[in-house]
Nanobody, 127 residues
């Protein structure tokens, strides 16, 4: 059974950092792209970043470029989202999701492109 579990969320002051982890089980990393998404209260879920199964290609939302970095360790079936210089507007529940794909040139950041989702982890940026 395919499962994703996020961790690493919490409360952090503006300008601080957090590293989120997404641990996958029930499938091998080959041919599974991973995306990170977030949903703030009253807002639609939005794509934050994604990474291809090989890790060779990544994509970021404009709002997080230069501050967030996605990476993956396929030996550990884990994808990370390093978040630096956090802002109050980054406050949201963060989800990871996965989709089977053989495409390695790029990954997608729209929620409807992903099939399996984790339960989410809360990130709150506040002083």
């Amino acid at each position: 059974q395919l499962q994703l579990v996020e961790s690493g969320g919490g409360l952090v002051q503006p300008g601080g950092s957090l590293r989120l982890s997404c641990v996958a089980s029930g499938f091998t990393s080959a041919y599974y792209a991973i995306g990170w998404f977030r949903q703030a209260p009253g807002k639609e879920r939005e794509g934050v970043s994604c990474i291809t199964s090989s890790g060779g290609s990544t994509n970021y939302a404009d709002s997080v470029k230069g501050r967030f970095t996605i990476s993956r360790d396929n030996a550990k079936n884990t994808v990370y989202l390093q978040m630096n210089t956090l802002k109050p507007e980054d406050t949201a529940v963060y989800y990871c999701a996965t989709v089977y794909t053989t495409v390695q040139a790029m990954c997608l950041t729209a929620p409807h492109d992903y099939d399996y989702w984790g339960q989410g982890t809360q990130v709150t940026v506040s002083s």
